[in-house]
């Protein structure tokens, strides 16, 4: 069973802190003299990297298994798409609601969440690409009956991630400026709806991986279009997003601008992070960072907010981004 995106609201971001709340956890919101320096800006970090299962993802994927119970308690089991962190989180949250979770996964997903996602005992299959595994998890629904959770066009995803940025703006309300990673635009949606309703001239940019720039280009499109998937230390972010997804609509009315980051950039980002703030991040956590190091955005003069989104990098990986 596939669920579609419904129009998203601001109550539906408060209610999912409601819902989720002794699941995800809060997070801090750190001030980083370093960002401030080299920006001019006023930067804020939202750790998000010692979120439960290491990334904001379970705030998602908790807010749809909660919701799911509550609708339908005859529901047995929940499929869903990955590159690890919101399978990881969606078995997670499965497990404590008492569902089964499979999770179709592309080939490129990194070891450290594939190895976590074992340990709880999720059911794996493999792909080639995210996009075919998107395409076999929406299939699998449809045969087995069991219900789609998408990882980012999903009502109660998209409410849950929101949960990043309402905490974000009750603990400094005076954040202008809001920098988000962009992969599928789940948390970028959420964030650009809370934004709208908490503060007046709030600018959200949403930063993605110049390997995987779908957001770029069906922006400039007018519409979600095909692009060429590189290899990227993004890998949680990489992939086509699916042509009806609701979160298309979103960003292009809510979100100031979308800029894209070479790789280049977000290993320094992941490197300077875990030098001079001591903070270990996967690509996709680092991303907000990279655009800001490489002078992707004009932030100068703001109070900005800016989300780590996760930690979940192979050791290897992380190892040779640090030697580097």
């Known amino acids: 069973m596939t669920t579609r995106s419904r129009d998203l609201a601001f109550a539906d971001v408060e209610a999912a802190a409601a ?9 801090p919101l750190v001030h980083s003299p370093w960002l401030s320096s080299v920006t001019g800006a006023d930067v804020w970090l939202k750790l998000e990297i010692v979120q439960r299962t ?6 998602g994927a908790a807010n749809a298994a909660a919701s799911l119970r509550q609708s339908r308690p005859d529901a047995a089991a929940v499929v869903t798409a990955s590159a690890g962190n919101h399978g990881l989180a969606l078995a997670t949250a499965a497990a404590r609601f008492g569902l089964r979770a499979r999770v179709h996964l592309p080939a490129h997903a990194p070891a ?11 059911e794996l299959v493999e792909h080639p690409t995210y996009e075919r595994a998107e395409a076999g998890a929406m299939d699998d629904a449809s045969r087995s009956g069991a219900v789609y959770v998408s990882p980012y066009d999903h009502p109660d995803v998209m409410a ?7 905490e974000m703006l009750k603990s400094r309300p005076d954040l202008d400026a809001l920098v988000i990673p962009l992969g599928g635009g789940g948390l970028l949606s959420g964030t650009s709806i809370v934004a709208r309703e908490l503060g007046a001239g709030i600018r959200v940019y949403g ?24 290899p990227t230390l993004a890998d949680g972010l990489a992939g086509n997003m699916d042509p009806a997804t609701r979160t298309f609509s979103i960003v292009r009315e809510h979100v100031h601008q979308v800029v894209t980051v070479s790789e280049a950039a977000i290993a320094s980002a992941m490197r300077e992070l875990a030098y001079r703030e ?21 932030v100068s003069g703001r109070r900005v907010g800016v989300v780590l989104s996760g930690r979940n990098v ?9 030697r580097t």
């Not at 849950?160 to 309402?166: E, M, N, P």
């Not at 001591?278 to 004009?298: F, H, K, N, P, W």
């Open 278 to 298: 001591r903070l270990i991040t996967e690509g996709a956590g680092a991303i907000a960072v990279a655009a800001l190091l490489d002078r992707r955005l004009d």
């Open 54 to 59: 290491g990334s904001y993802k379970i705030r």
């Open 160 to 166: 849950g991630a929101g949960t990043v940025a309402l």
């Open 19 to 27: 819902r989720v709340d002794g699941v995800a956890w809060p997070t």
């Open 207 to 230: 930063a993605e991986a110049e390997a995987s720039a779908a957001f770029t280009a069906a922006l400039a499109a007018g519409r979600p279009v095909t692009v060429e998937v590189l």
């Open 314 to 322: 192979d050791r290897d990986v992380l190892e040779r981004v640090l």
């Open 112 to 122: 450290a969440k594939r190895d976590a996602l074992a340990r709880i005992g999720a």
